[in-house]
């Protein structure tokens, strides 16, 4: 098993080094790798984002249910869930829009984000 580890280690380091470049095409491969790995950072640290704020409302759900009574529980819970999806559809029907567009006017950025 020893013997076969180095050869094993050194083929799959010799396989994912990438082809030679030219010179002139170096930096423009660089460029391109960091925009593409800007994106992917981002778009990795927005579902982490949107994972935490779906745990912190089952979290609320659950804090609030343990304050009321019990006959109360399923419409606590109900809400508390509804809210949510409301809160998720006026995101995207307004919300998305406006934070990922610049064509808003700068007054109605500034003033009235849900007019947008």
Do not use: D
Not at 39 to 52: C, E, K, M, P, S
Not at 68 to 93: D, E, Q, S
Request: proline share 5%.
């Amino acid at each position: 098993m020893k013997r076969l580890l180095l050869p094993v280690a050194a083929a799959m380091i010799l396989s994912m080094s990438s082809p030679a470049q030219t010179p002139a095409t170096a930096p423009t491969a660089a460029v391109n790798q960091v925009g593409q790995n800007k994106i992917a950072i981002n778009f990795v640290w927005t579902l982490i984002a949107g994972f935490l704020v779906m745990f912190m409302q089952a979290g609320f759900a659950v804090v609030e249910t343990g304050l009321c009574r019990a006959k109360n529980a399923n419409h606590t819970m109900m809400m508390n869930f509804m809210v949510y999806g409301v809160g998720m559809l006026a995101y995207w029907l307004i919300g998305f829009s406006h934070t990922a567009s610049s064509s808003s006017p700068q007054w109605l950025q500034r003033w009235s984000p849900l007019l947008c």
